[in-house]
């Protein structure tokens, strides 16, 4: 089997992907990457960013956490993570829109950048009201987001979630409670959280 390598910092979107990796059921190395060395060279050669997390498949590399959960469930397609490809319209539709406006939206606004009525139409996303009331309608009494299979699309948005619930950059809607307290529960959730729940005594913080 490939080797694949898993770069990461327990404190960081690392964690949507540990959760995927640890959906999939594959085996990886992980490395992690402390803050204070993010920027250098070799980790560069790596993701040219310097951020995390990416991943190193044989020679092929992933980053951006929305692309990497694509990958993992199309190269590791028996572990049912995508629809059929003729099924995936909601797939594509909301593993994108949290990767695009939702995030966008969720961080300028914790930032304290708050659009004027004028910029709605240029920032894409309009404004955060309009993506939460968006995203509650999408989860409103459904297990998942993609008819009854649990995807990548519950990985990435679900992460969006449940981050935003914790750290109180989203409101606390019942849809969003409903549908991540399903979420958490899966076994391969709590697997991932562990471990990375294990990593975070010894890294250092995020300077910035």
Known sequence: MTELTFYTNPMSRGRIVRWMLEETGISYTTEIIDYAEIKNPAYLKVNPMGKVP??????????ECAA???YLAD???DAGLAPAP???ADYYRWLFYAAGPMEHAIINSSLGFELTAEQYRTAGYGNLQLVVD?????VNGRQFLCNDQFSA??????SQLAWGLQFGTLPK??????????LVQRP???????LDDALLAPITADPD
């Open 54 to 63: 990416a991943i190193t498949h044989g020679k092929k590399v992933v980053t």
């Open 68 to 70: 990497i959960c694509a």
């Open 75 to 77: 190269t590791f397609a």
């Open 86 to 88: 003729s099924d995936r």
């Open 134 to 138: 968006v995203v509650a309608e999408a």
């Open 153 to 158: 699309a519950d990985v990435y948005l679900g």
């Open 173 to 182: 809607r019942h849809e969003f409670e409903e549908y991540v307290s399903g």
């Open 188 to 194: 391969a959730y709590i697997r991932a959280a562990e």
